[in-house]
């Protein structure tokens, strides 16, 4: 459980970058700083991942705005600076990762999230909010979110969680991760007894492995080349999983198996 924790809230993959220095082969090179980005990856110059950013203060909403701009992994294609505007967005533009603050000032933004699942079902939802309320923590990774960041935490990088997010991954800020950690902590404790629920126990070994390894932040490909199966082979996999678990995302499969006591 540690591990799967710690693993969402990496933030040693992704790092801003300005330049391309070259673009050959399966790896491209940016300066700003020096990193190479591989070209299987989600996010190449040529087609940056798509962002839909809201926030209601417009200060924060250009420090983010700049520092997606910078990266030519990500491409803002719109801002939204209230839920009403939020909601318009959402269905006027294509976009692949949503950053929205939670706390947005004519309503509750965890709306804009669940939108996403009948308008825009591929995007993904990255939290950005000041407060680091549990309640509305959880909730939002029940909705579907993939992400959770602190407007207050000096590791924050938005362009980061976008790409962390986009490649099958998650993103928390560490200050949260470790919230999260002791909760789970407190409800498991060491040496406790748990039993496997029904619709654990519905779970082929193989699917077992592979949730725990989604768990852990490996992507699809990942998983699937330590496993010596292909990627689509894991996605197979995932849908039989979120049947059986009755879930829709990985994140809800994840929390799902951990407060059921599979991990």
């Known amino acids: 459980m540690s591990h799967l924790l710690r693993s969402l809230a990496s933030t040693e993959l992704f790092e801003p970058s300005a330049v391309p220095l070259s673009n050959s082969g399966q790896f491209s090179s940016y300066d700003n700083p020096s990193s190479i980005w591989p070209s299987f990856l989600v996010g190449q110059e040529a087609h940056p991942v798509r962002v839909l950013l809201v926030d209601d203060d417009i200060h924060i909403r250009q420090v983010i705005a700049q520092d997606l701009m910078a990266d030519p992994r990500t491409l803002l294609v719109a ?40 308008n825009r079902p591929s995007a993904q939802a990255v939290v950005i909010s000041v407060m680091e309320d549990n309640s509305q923590m959880m909730r939002a990774f029940e909705l579907g979110a993939m992400g959770y960041l602190s407007k207050n935490s000096w590791f924050g990088n938005y362009s980061q969680a976008v790409l962390q997010v986009a490649n099958g991954g998650a993103s928390i800020s560490p200050n949260l991760a470790r919230r999260l950690l002791q909760r789970f902590d407190f409800t498991h404790p060491p040496g406790s007894a748990r039993q496997e629920p029904e619709e654990i126990g519905r779970l082929s070994l193989r699917e077992r492995e592979i949730l725990r390894m989604v768990a852990s932040g490996y992507t699809s490909t990942e998983v699937g080349s330590r496993l010596l199966i292909s990627g689509m082979t894991v996605n197979t996999h995932l849908r039989n999983i979120y049947r059986k678990l009755q879930v829709r995302t990985r994140a809800q499969a994840v929390r799902f198996a951990s407060l059921r006591g599979l991990f």
């Not at 967005?89 to 939670?102: C, G, R």
């Open 79 to 118: 801002q939204a600076g209230s839920l009403r505007e939020g909601r318009k967005a959402v269905k006027m533009h294509e976009f692949d990762v949503l950053l929205v603050d939670l706390n947005l000032g004519d309503g509750d933004a965890l709306e804009l999230i669940d939108l996403l699942k009948s």
